[in-house]
């Protein structure tokens, strides 16, 4: 059924007798005024001057056929107010590109038309404040791009014309942008009661769904709008990601209730190469911090804990404020031997866990607390041990000098923290190589290794004499 629009001019088929208001009239699709049913349908640029109106149909051999019109006469010129009168209703319905070409062709008719280089004035500015917001949305400058979003709603607003469907889900773009998802559900709502069959608000609708982490509504809604246009690219490429996703997470959870770490481990994996850490997406959003907290606690089953701790802080990055991911970092960081930073990750996690709204429960805490006092032990006997630096070099201690250069060039590139290393470790790296790579500071602390050695081994026996 063809599309329908209100047109506000009001027409008039003399200069002395005027009509009223049109009502609703169907908007043609070819460009020759048609009989639809109870409504006889023009073109658009043909309803805005009463000497472009057809006359009325004549019937000849081939069938109901209409006189010309005024506009289809040879020699006619349309005026300039009329060709500014086109481009306002072209505006109005959205099309802005055939606004300004219908202006141009005006200023090309009358050039000193004020009404024209007006519109043309505001149709530029319009093209302005969207490609300045596009550049700053592709570079990340979401501030700029707010401000190029309301200068173009205040020009539409200027022209008294809706704002187009495309441009007002900006708002939400950018609210996934800023992460602020409490924001961007609120808008999109708005958007969905106002344009309920709009693709692009549905799209933004199963964006937000999406990437918060609501994985079966996403899919829900998904199936939904493609009801409205099954042909639709867009919104099949994003239903093919939420299911693809979906059945990676369904099998990730299984593998983990069966311990098979390694299964689960690749099917995180798989799942993040849907989920790309994108700006405009927000990182990732909810979602990425998600499936990047089930991969570093699968990393932690299988001992891997630099690549663990990586997985952790990128999903501490994308949200920081549940005690479940402190926990899993915690617990690498004691794999480490990091016990300082553990403690200080269990101590957050403790009062993320106190928190009104924390889902944790009583015997969660307990867990915690004994967490905590346990790590804090290990801490402290740390500081009163003295470091192996043979160890962190992975070296012997009858190793050269020469060895222990090349330890510490494998080990630095190893753990640098520009190369993704962890930091921590890098410094005891360097603090290892310092002392092992001058002579006299070596021979000092093989002196207090040899004695710390002994005074274990008498511990030992003491305490084999006393049981």
């Not at 999109?188 to 609708?205: N, S, T």
């Not at 999406?210 to 690219?233: M, R, S, W």
């Not at 269990?346 to 967490?371: H, N, P, V, W």
């Not at 790590?375 to 020469?402: V, W």
């Amino acid at each position: 059924m063809p599309t329908q629009f209100v047109c506000s001019q009001t027409l008039s088929v003399s200069p002395s007798v005027p009509m009223p208001e049109f009502h609703p009239v169907t908007k043609p699709r070819g460009l020759n005024p048609m009989l639809t049913g109870r409504h006889r349908s023009y073109p658009l640029d043909l309803l805005l001057d009463p000497r472009h109106l057809a006359l009325p149909l004549r019937n000849t051999r081939r069938g109901p056929q209409r006189f010309p019109t005024r506009a289809e006469l040879p020699g006619y010129t349309p005026t300039a107010e009329v060709l500014v009168q086109t481009a306002r209703c072209r505006l109005r319905l959205g099309s802005r590109g055939a606004a300004l070409l219908a202006v141009r062709e005006a200023l090309n008719v009358d050039p000193a038309d004020e009404a024209a280089r007006t519109l043309k004035r505001r149709l530029t500015r319009m093209e302005e404040a969207e490609e300045a917001y596009r550049q700053a949305r592709a570079g990340g400058r979401w501030r700029a791009a707010r401000t190029a979003r309301e200068t173009c709603v205040g020009l539409y607003e200027e022209e008294e014309c809706v704002v187009p469907v495309e441009v007002r889900c900006w708002s939400v773009h950018l609210a996934v942008a800023e992460r602020a998802w409490e924001e961007a559900k609120s808008a999109v709502d708005k958007l969905l009661a106002e344009e309920p069959q709009a693709i692009d608000v549905l799209l933004a609708k199963i964006t937000v769904l999406f990437f918060a982490g609501d994985i079966p509504e996403a899919l829900e809604q998904a199936k939904a709008a493609l009801k409205f246009d099954p042909d639709n690219v867009a919104l099949k490429t994003a239903w093919t990601r939420i299911k693809n996703v979906s059945r990676h997470e369904v099998r990730g959870r299984a593998y983990s209730l069966f311990r098979e770490y390694e299964a689960e481990l690749k099917c995180w994996g798989r799942a993040l190469e849907f989920v790309p850490d994108r700006l405009e997406d927000g990182g990732g959003g909810l979602l990425r911090a998600s499936l990047l907290f089930n991969k570093a606690r699968a990393e932690l089953k299988l001992k891997q804990y630099a690549e663990g701790l990586k997985s952790i802080d990128a999903s501490l990055k994308l949200d920081d404020l549940r005690w479940k991911p402190y926990l899993i970092r915690g617990r690498i960081q004691v794999g480490l031997e990091l016990f300082d930073l553990a403690v200080e990750d269990f101590k957050i996690c403790l009062q993320r866990a106190l928190l009104k709204a924390s889902d944790a429960s009583t015997d969660d805490i307990e867990l915690l607390e004994s967490e905590l006092k346990r790590t804090e032990r290990l801490a402290a006997k740390a500081k009163t041990k003295l470091k192996d630096y043979y160890q962190i070099l992975g070296l012997k201690p009858t190793c050269t000098s020469a060895e222990i250069r090349r330890a510490y060039r494998t080990e630095s590139l190893k753990h640098h923290p520009d190369k993704g290393g962890i930091e921590e470790k890098f410094k005891l790296v360097n603090e290892a190589y310092s002392t092992l790579s001058d002579l006299d500071a070596r021979l000092m602390y093989d002196a207090k290794r040899a004695r710390e050695s002994r005074r274990s081994t008498y511990s030992a026996e003491s305490d084999e004499e006393y049981y």
